[in-house]
């Protein structure tokens, strides 16, 4: 049995909370997302002082099954609703489309460069053309 008080456990529990909060950017209200922001902090504040490994195993499970819960919400209310800029994004003129589209492109010449020198490496060999040297 394992204890989830140990660092790589500690890392799973900050990549839920994580998750969490990006995956409320997804929601199409403003409404929606800042209770899911308020949820998920007073969640995470109030049981942060808990060491049961059983107790966290099943805090875990809850988190989980409650980021399935908010990707399933969002991609369900984005078909049928339009989503509303978030407070950031009305305060900077920015839309959270725009912004992740941008993300997913490398601009970074460097990244690029790294990208092709990892294509030539891993190219595949090409098959001999004399198999008379097989036998």
Do not use: A
């Not at 049961?52 to 969002?74: A, E, H, P, Y």
């Not at 339009?82 to 900077?92: G, I, N, S």
């Amino acid at each position: 049995m394992g204890h989830y008080s140990g660092p790589e456990h500690k890392t799973k529990i900050l990549k839920l909370f994580r998750s969490l909060l990006r995956e409320r950017l997804k929601l199409p209200t403003e409404n929606r997302r800042q209770f899911i922001l308020f949820k998920t902090r007073n969640e995470f504040r109030q049981h942060k002082d808990v060491v049961d490994d059983k107790k966290i195993r099943s805090l875990l499970i809850i988190g989980f099954t409650q980021l399935d819960t908010v990707i399933v919400q969002s991609k369900h209310l984005s078909s049928i609703l339009d989503r509303e800029l978030t407070d950031f994004e009305k305060r900077k003129n920015v839309d959270f489309r725009y912004y992740k589209q941008q993300k997913e492109e490398p601009t970074d010449k460097s990244l690029q460069m790294g990208q092709n020198i990892f294509k030539q490496k891993t190219k595949k060999k090409k098959p001999l053309d004399d198999e008379s040297n097989i036998n």
